[in-house]
């Protein structure tokens, strides 16, 4: 008797069926590692614009707080804006008490990206004696 099943044919079996189960194994594999690697590339853009705005607020920070130490403005309000070759920062300066002020930082980058945060600043009385 033989055998009707469409997928014995003569003597090699199941081998139709089985290189398709491969050949679809290895598309989707390949897809998949397709897929990861744009993901990866969209989290490599997004980590590299953090650590840009990162870095522009660092060098800001440490530009401000040079900026008390030679001058304490003692002035209530004010607004300060740092240029860089990544992007610009602006900050507005309130003071609380005569060394504690609050800063709201406003951080934009040539690659489109803002943030923008508040943080308390703690500024150390000038001494006089010493810049004199």
Known sequence: M???SPFIIGDRGFVFPFVLLVSAAIFILFFTAIQLYETEQKMTKNLLGHLQVETIYQMSLHELKEEFSIKNP??????????????????????????VYSALFSIS???????NFSQQLIVPPRDDSLHD
Not at 80 to 98: C, D, F, M, T
Not at 109 to 115: A, E, K, L, P, W
């Open 2 to 4: 033989r055998s009707t």
């Open 74 to 99: 003692g002035v209530k309000n004010a607004k300060r804006a740092y240029h860089y070759p990544q992007g610009e920062v602006k900050i507005s300066l309130n003071e609380k008490s005569a060394t």
């Open 109 to 115: 980058t040539d690659n489109g990206v803002s943030y």
